[in-house]
């Protein structure tokens, strides 16, 4: 995995640059929710908000896009997933979106869900040949979660998601600490991307990528993988969305984006988290 990676991955903090704005004087007077629709009704675009940065880790691109969303977490829960399968290389892509998905439920603050979830991660773990190590967390964050604890929950959850792709490494499984970075992005760029569709504002649209670069940075991860595991049948979908997704959303020239742009982003990411999570 890279260096930016790593970093992205540990840090806690949250950014959001809003590079170019420039805010009517008009607007200026209005509320802070008319501030944060940047001329949309006049059709002026102005240079996009940058709602990623390299030290946010997806508790954080979630809890950012709470801020400029009006989320309803619960309606955002997926479906349990399948057995664990006997392709690693989906199980680990797998754990990933799970990890995804307890930064969503901990945004929910459902404790049933949470712990539900917690022992889906606790099976798809025991497949990869670590559930013994870490089942002690997960249990202590299920407990969390059902005593309420939920701000310290959340910096537990951001280091039992280090602690996981610790041991795989550990266990010389370092394509699949890799793809449970990945898992767990894509699921958040999922669930991100539903709640854009849902938001009218258009200066709120490129939310749903957070960054082009998020979008380059997890393309040179799975660049990164081994070639038979970047190889493989079950990744190719994934490769195929993320480098849509850059070609779509990194055109400089490419002006407002449309909401034929979230849209088409969203079902994109849906149905290959489906392929790939819960088939």
């Known amino acids: 995995m890279t260096e930016n990676t790593n970093r992205r991955l540990t840090g806690t903090a949250l950014c959001l640059l809003l590079a170019g704005v420039?805010?009517?004087?008009?607007?200026?007077?209005?509320?802070k929710s008319g501030q944060d629709s940047i001329a949309a009704?006049?059709?002026?675009?102005?240079?996009?908000p940058v709602f990623w940065t390299e030290d946010q880790t997806p508790a954080d691109f979630l809890e950012m896009a709470g801020?400029?969303?009006?989320?309803?977490?619960?309606?955002?829960?997926?479906p349990k997933p399948t057995t664990?399968?006997?392709?690693r290389t989906k199980t680990g892509f797998t754990l990933g979106s799970l990890i995804g998905e307890s930064f969503l439920i901990w945004e929910a603050g459902?404790?049933?869900?949470?712990?539900n979830n917690n022992q889906d991660i606790v099976s798809y773990c025991r497949s990869l040949g670590m559930g013994e190590k870490i089942m002690p967390r997960l249990m202590a964050q299920a407990r969390?979660?059902?005593?309420?604890?939920?701000?310290?929950?959340?910096?537990?959850?951001?280091?039992?998601?280090?602690?996981?792709?610790?041991?795989?490494?550990?266990?010389?499984?370092e394509d699949l600490a890799v793809l449970v970075s990945i898992g767990a992005w894509m699921r958040s760029l999922e669930i991100v991307s539903k709640l854009v569709m849902e938001t009218p504002e258009v200066d709120k649209r490129p939310l749903c990528i957070g960054s082009p670069a998020l979008l380059a940075e997890l393309r040179?991860?799975?660049?990164?993988l081994g070639g038979t595991t970047r190889r493989?049948?079950?990744?190719?979908?994934?490769?195929?969305?993320?480098?849509?997704?850059?070609?779509?959303?990194?055109?400089?020239?490419?002006g407002a984006p449309t909401q034929s742009m979230v849209a088409g982003t969203h079902e994109r990411l849906r149905t290959m988290m489906e392929e790939l999570t819960l088939k």
């Not at 009704?41 to 996009?48: L, T």
């Open 220 to 224: 040179q991860d799975f660049a990164s």
């Open 110 to 115: 459902d404790a049933q869900q949470f712990r």
């Open 144 to 173: 969390m979660a059902e005593m309420d604890e939920w701000k310290d929950l959340r910096q537990e959850i951001v280091d039992g998601h280090q602690e996981i792709m610790r041991l795989l490494r550990e266990q010389q499984d």
């Open 232 to 254: 493989s049948a079950l990744l190719q979908p994934l490769i195929t969305v993320l480098s849509e997704l850059e070609k779509t959303w990194g055109n400089a020239k490419a």
């Open 22 to 31: 420039h805010l009517p004087a008009q607007t200026a007077q209005t509320s």
């Open 41 to 48: 009704s006049a059709g002026e675009f102005v240079a996009p």
């Open 67 to 78: 801020r400029h969303t009006k989320a309803r977490w619960r309606a955002l829960f997926r």
């Open 84 to 87: 664990p399968s006997s392709d």
